[in-house]
């Protein structure tokens, strides 16, 4: 464990910003595929707004009165899916007051958890086209958003793209999987999104420091694991976290030689699971989000101090030192610097105006 002796110090700021929305312009109607889990926003700009939902694998509709069963929240803007399912996959419409269409989204809510993950470092292949016969002959292929931005500077990063489900037909414009469709659901392992990571490296532009969030962690007693999520961090966002100062890659977790921690690949790498106490910083787009430090609670503690005392002990008898021990003073010194800093939340840097960064895609 690296002694981290500058003081960990910052501010929770309430941040809400949406990790992707969506924008269709006014009376058209917009068709798109997304994956599942990650929160969406759907912008609908007309006051007293009406929102209606039509799924297409179950065949039922929806509307704002009641608000359905999923975790949604209709705002003056627009409506907030949380954590969309792929059973989701359908129509969302707004109306106005006067019962006018503003704006349609068609939307694909692929699976992400059967996202087929390659590194082109490990030389792994993104899935093959395949035909189809369904009606006519459809092919099913991967339509590739493009590269996000790397996710370190300075140093080796990795940057990764998303790539979606799509079929075309002989004659048609190509139209994302479960869109085309309907309530059908063939078994067919080609049908997945993909996700590709490669290496990159870019210098750094002048980084700002803000709102940097710093908290502790602690494994799980009986797990031994613990959850951390990177604030602002999404699969649509690079992201990319360091574990006592060590970028973690895509390419040492997907190789097997990183196992002490695991990316999340549902989330794009913005969850990590831990096994053990380190210092881990997340950065998305290339800017420290947070900081979670380890903590160590009083009896693990008392535990460790009495089992280096005992080894202390033995190793007196083995040698005759002069003094005592500076090993054990340092680590007592080391932990002593971890419970200091434990719940520790003070302001060092000062806010400045918050930059909203949620990434808009805009439609045709
Ligand atoms: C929203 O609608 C209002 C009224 O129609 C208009 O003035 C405003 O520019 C619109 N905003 C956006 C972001 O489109
Ligand atoms: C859903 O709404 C549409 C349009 O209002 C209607 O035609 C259809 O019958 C409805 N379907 C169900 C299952 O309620
Ligand atoms: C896969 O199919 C798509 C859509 O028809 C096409 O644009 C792409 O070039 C094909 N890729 C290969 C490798 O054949």
New binding site residues.
């Given amino acids: 464990m690296r002694t981290i002796l500058w003081l960990l110090l910052g501010f929770a700021v309430p941040l809400l910003v949406f990790s992707v929305s969506i924008t269709c312009p006014h009376g058209k109607k917009c068709q798109l595929a997304l994956l599942s889990k990650t929160d969406v926003f759907l912008y609908c700009n007309s006051s007293g707004a009406q929102w209606f939902a039509y799924l297409l694998q179950s065949q039922t509709n929806w509307s704002n009165k009641p608000l359905g069963a999923w975790d949604t929240e209709i705002m003056p803007e627009g409506i907030l899916l949380r954590s969309p399912l792929p059973s989701q996959t359908g129509y969302y419409i707004c109306w106005d007051k006067k019962g006018k269409l503003v704006v349609q989204y068609k939307i694909d809510f692929q699976d992400v958890d059967t996202l087929h993950i390659t590194h082109r470092g490990l030389g792994q292949k993104p899935l093959?086209?395949e035909t189809l016969t369904l009606g006519s002959k459809e092919?099913v292929?991967t339509h590739w958003e493009p590269w996000q931005d790397c996710n370190h500077c300075g140093e080796p990063g990795e940057r990764k793209r998303l790539g979606y489900c799509?079929i075309?037909n002989a004659l048609g414009k190509?139209v994302p999987c479960w869109l085309y469709l309907g309530n059908s659901r063939p078994q067919n392992s080609r049908m997945r999104p993909e996700m590709q990571i490669e290496a990159c490296y870019v210098q750094c532009k002048a980084l700002t420091v803000e709102n940097i969030i710093f908290d502790n962690f602690q494994l799980d007693e009986e797990s031994e694991f613990a959850w951390l999520t990177c604030p602002l961090g999404s699969i649509y966002r690079p992201v990319v976290w360091e574990a006592d100062n060590k970028a973690l890659s895509w390419k040492d977790q997907l190789s097997g030689q990183e196992v002490s921690t695991v990316l999340d690949p549902s989330s794009g790498g913005a969850q990590l699971l831990v096994f053990r106490p380190a210092v881990y910083r997340c950065f998305v787009q290339q800017q420290m989000r947070a900081q979670f430090n380890p903590r160590f609670d009083v009896d693990a503690l008392e535990l460790l101090q009495r089992e280096e005392a005992i080894r202390q002990q033995e190793a007196e008898k083995v040698r005759k030192p002069k003094t005592g021990s500076p090993k054990g003073l340092k680590l007592l010194l080391l932990w002593g610097t971890g419970l200091g800093l434990l719940g520790m939340l003070l302001r060092l840097f000062c806010p400045k105006r918050r930059k909203k960064r949620s990434q808009v895609l805009l439609m045709k």
């Fill in positions: 093959k086209n092919i292929f799509y075309q190509p």
